[in-house]
């Protein structure tokens, strides 16, 4: 949006998850004279980029507008196939390099990608003034302050887990922000905005250990008192030092990609992490006061009842601040992906593409505790062992339940019966 707006076009930011509206149809599209509309898409939420764009093609249709569509974001790059023919252009990758072709018409492919970007610090920083006026919410679970801001210093990744997608979204090579690049712009949101706390929203944030104690020697030098987060691999987490000057400079809590307590579903998922690893980043977090989040994944194939409880296992032993388990579900372009379609191991693959394997309901509604039906309108038949133990502890969870209540409204009664005995008395 920066780039676009600084070579002098008006923008306009929607978002609709944040505040719904319907400017396709209220008129606001003839009003505001717009000339293009892109759409950030996202795999998840990709059906209503399909709505959206619908409704901007109906009005094409009527002769009601005559403006671009332009689809971007990660659906872009890892599904194109699924975009409507309609779409005048979809950028996949980088936008940055080739938006301004597209709005000028100067680009005339309509799939488009370019190579990335090799440097990141001549990009302009984030329309904060536009997102600050929006009403989102400007608080971390793991952090005590607030406002905390959402910055993104980092692109790429050279690993391969074989669940994940991001390779085929932002290509294998890391690209980053410099520690220099990354304070201004921390300098400038605590001058603007009274930025409190910034969260690193990226896959790896402390890939780059250099990069990193750059960056915490520049806020130390410069004074600048703000906490911040981020999300990270464990295995970049395991220098004791690194992990002392991240906390010295404010550095509170690390969200950590663990996925398992299992070594052999880490080896099956490609992860390149070892439990070793997990323990000890865990623990150098804990020792300095940052508070390490554990994201956790489990559903994925060939995965047992008896690798859960090594994971269950590995987080009783570290106790780390918090953790989460995500149920896996297929997402397209990823080699775990075409595993699970060309073997056929999933129950079901939605109108998206999305896969999700047999047990999805149960596991959703151990873990979420929700119905799947929340998620993907289908009903599941199939049963895998681990599924099957997984019912028996959610019927034992639901008895247990049961006489927990039967106990409470025993006893209610029993309360209620003394309370009108001594009404009784009373009057
Ligand atoms: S899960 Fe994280 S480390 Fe693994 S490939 Fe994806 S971004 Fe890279």
Not at 146 to 174: A, H, K
Not at 261 to 288: F, H, P, W
Not at 305 to 321: A, C, R, W
Not at 391 to 418: H, N, T, V, Y
């Amino acid at each position: 949006m920066s780039i676009v707006r600084n070579a002098g076009h008006k923008v306009f930011f929607i978002d609709n998850y944040l505040r719904p509206t319907d400017f396709i149809e209220s008129g606001f599209m003839k009003q505001k004279d717009i000339d293009i509309v892109a759409i950030h898409a996202n795999t998840i939420c990709f059906r209503d980029t399909l709505r959206m764009a619908h409704s901007l093609e109906k009005l094409r249709e009527r002769g009601e507008w005559r403006g671009k569509i332009i689809v971007g974001g990660p659906h872009a790059s890892v599904a194109p196939e699924t975009i409507p023919e309609f779409v005048d252009h979809v950028v996949q990758g980088e936008g940055e390099k080739v938006i301004l072709d597209v709005i000028t018409g100067e680009e005339r492919e309509r799939v488009v990608r370019k190579e990335s970007l090799k440097e990141l610090d001549h990009l302009p920083f984030q329309p904060w003034d536009i997102f600050n006026g929006l009403p989102y919410d400007y608080t971390c679970p793991w952090m005590d302050v607030q406002p905390v801001f959402t910055m993104n210093t980092s692109r790429g990744c050279p690993f391969d887990c074989n669940f994940c997608s991001v390779c085929s979204i932002w290509g294998r090579r890391y690209t980053s922000f410099s520690a220099l690049r990354i304070v201004e712009e921390i300098e400038y949101l605590v001058r603007e905005y009274g930025a409190r706390g910034i969260y690193f929203r990226e896959d790896n944030f402390t890939l780059d250990g250099k990069r990193v104690s750059d960056f915490c020697s520049k806020l130390r030098k410069k004074n600048i008192d703000i906490s911040w987060a981020c999300e990270t691999r464990v295995d970049t987490l395991t220098d004791e030092g690194l992990v002392e000057e991240m906390s010295r400079s404010g550095c509170g809590a690390v969200y950590l990609g663990v996925e398992s307590g299992s070594q052999r579903i880490l080896d099956m998922l490609n992860k390149k992490i070892t439990i070793e690893q997990i323990e000890k980043a865990v623990c150098l977090a804990t020792k300095y006061n940052i508070r390490a989040y554990c994201s956790l994944i489990t559903g994925v194939p060939g995965e047992t009842y008896e690798d859960f409880l090594l994971t269950k296992k590995l987080i009783d032993d570290l106790k780390p601040y918090s953790y989460s388990f995500g149920v896996f579900v297929g997402i397209p372009n990823s080699p775990l992906y075409r595993h699970i379609l060309e073997n056929n191991l999933y129950e079901h693959k939605d109108d998206i593409g999305l896969l999700y394997l047999p047990g999805y309901d149960v596991r959703a509604e151990y873990f979420y505790g929700r119905d799947s039906k929340n998620f993907v309108d289908y009903d599941f038949k199939e049963r895998t062992d681990f599924d099957k133990k997984l019912l028996i502890e959610l019927q034992k969870k639901k008895m247990m339940q049961k006489i927990d209540d039967m106990a409470a409204s025993r006893l209610l009664s029993l309360f209620a019966r003394g309370i009108k005995k001594i009404a009784r008395l009373a009057f």
